[in-house]
């Protein structure tokens, strides 16, 4: 798995997804579960996941929608 990014904002994360969706692309949100128990305080962000074979795609994609400033550098 490669991850894209890291973030908080669940709205940035849902909009991605959504993107990422739409382009038949999956993707694993990782540490939903760690950043609920610890409160939402921002100690464990959320790490946006998808399959190596389609890291350059989704890349590619969120860099077209304007998200490549959340990319986490490869």
Do not use: K
């Amino acid at each position: 798995m490669h991850e894209l990014l890291r973030t908080n904002d669940l709205v940035l994360l849902g909009a991605i997804e959504a993107l990422l969706a739409s382009a038949n692309l999956d993707c694993l949100i990782a540490d939903q579960h760690i950043s609920a128990l610890e409160g939402m305080i921002g100690a464990f962000p959320r790490r946006l996941l998808v399959r190596d074979a389609d890291r350059m795609r989704a890349r590619a994609l969120l860099i077209e929608a304007g998200f490549g400033g959340e990319l986490r550098d490869e």
